[in-house]
C-alpha cells in the first residue's frame, strides 16, 4: 500500500508542474488549481443509533488523510475534485469490552472483566473522496470562502479492539483483529465550509456500520472536526 500511495502522490505532483507550467498570463485567473490537493482531517466521532446496550465513553476519535486532484468546471466558481486517501476511527467504550472471536456469529458487548485504563475499537478505510467545490476567489482558490458538499466511498482494511490495563503494576496492552462483524464497504456524505487552507467538515454514514445479522442495525458512524487543505 505504501507503494501505491508514493505513485500517487508522484502523479499528482508531474501533473500539477505540467498543468501550471502551460497555462498563460492570460488564462491564468482562471487555471489556476484550488490547491486543496491535499486534505488532512481530525475530528469527534460518534456512533448513531446506536443501543443502550453499547456504552460509549470518552471521545470518539477520527484522522483521515486524502490526495486529491481539482478540475475546474469552465471559468465557474466551482470545481470537481476525487481522490484517495486512508481514514481511521477510534471509539472509546466504557466499563466494557467487545467479543471479538471467527467462532461466533454476532458481535457481543459485555461488562468488562477486568479494570482496563482505556478500551477502543478502531477501524481504517481506503476511500475515495469525490466532491462539488465552490471558491469566492477566482484569483486565487486558496483564499477566500470554500464549501464542497461530497461523497466518500470506503473498502475496509482493518478492525480491532485495544485495551490497556495493568497487571501486579505492569501495563498490559490486549489487542484482537478481525473483520467479520464489519461492513466491507461504507458510503458516507461529506460537508466542508470554510475559509482559506481551513474549514470544518461534518460526515455521516449512509451504510450501517456491521453486517447484517452480525451487530446491532442501523449504527450509523459520523464525524465533526477541523481540515486543512492545501499543498
Known sequence: ???Y????????FVA????????????KSYAKPSRDYTMLQ???ENWLNAPD??????LGRAFNMYLCYDFPIAKS????AAGAGIATSNIYLKDQTVVLTDTTSTVSFIPEAESYKKYKWTTTYLELPFELRFFS????????????????????LSSHTKGKRTFNSKPIIEKVSTKRYVETYRYAATLRLGYGNFS?????????????????????????????SGL
Open 1 to 3: 500500500m505504501r507503494k
Open 5 to 12: 500511495f508514493f505513485t500517487l502522490v508522484a502523479l499528482l
Open 16 to 27: 500539477t508542474t505540467q498543468g501550471q507550467s502551460t497555462s498563460n498570463d492570460a488564462k
Open 42 to 44: 481530525i475530528g469527534y
Open 53 to 58: 446496550s453499547i456504552k460509549i465513553g470518552g
Open 77 to 80: 466558481n466551482f470545481s470537481f
Open 137 to 156: 476567489n477566482k484569483e486565487n482558490r486558496n483564499k477566500g470562502f470554500k464549501a464542497a458538499i461530497g461523497l466518500k466511498v470506503g473498502t475496509l
Open 200 to 228: 470544518v467538515y461534518g460526515s455521516y454514514s449512509i451504510s450501517n456500520l456491521f453486517r447484517v445479522n452480525a451487530g446491532p442495525e442501523n449504527v450509523r458512524p459520523y464525524q465533526i472536526g477541523i481540515c486543512l
